[in-house]
């Protein structure tokens, strides 16, 4: 059986050298990123490369990690010398205590078990200096076209379906896993960047 691992590593080799489409969701902040303009920013999760793009493309210092290595190798192609690290979220993050000013997140947080997710977002508390910030956008649970409410529920709003595991969220669950942050902004939208609507919630949290 294929691992997720090993999944999506596929997929990201299927991109081959496409340059990534990003939206600008980022660009609401564009003031708190650049008062740590000479820190790198860290992009967990980084996939594509979207948020990775964006941030290059406007000067910032960005560290890229996925644990799928294809979707490092890939960032090549539209990123000069890309700095990379990878790993799987659920381990150690290889970052010192209060290391990083800022965390993007996207679309990342949401595959795990609560007790993982719990894990996750303690090691970003962990690796961020006091002030620094988290921004996030998670599956929201009206998601529809993207899997909310299908295949079987392991635990509330999390589910499996065809080998793949989701997690689906509202603002109540949102608040709870955060309950330790100031969280500063919080919104529910539908994002354009797929070929149907994907309901997200989008998340700025400071430690």
Known sequence: METQQERWN???????????????????????????????????????????LYLCERGYQVISCDFAEAALQRLSHFVPNPVTRLFDLRNPFPFQDGEAGIVVADLCLHYFSGTETIGIIREIRRILGDGGWLFSRVNSIKDVHYGAGEGTEIESSYYEKNGDRKRFFDESSLRAFFAEWKIQALREYAMSRYEKPKVVWELAAQK
């Open 10 to 52: 596929r997929i990201f080799e299927g991109y081959g050298t496409k340059r990534p489409i990003y939206d600008d969701w980022l660009d609401k902040y564009r003031e708190l990123f650049d008062a740590f303009k000479n820190t790198p920013i860290i992009d967990l999760g980084c996939g594509a490369g979207n948020n990775t």
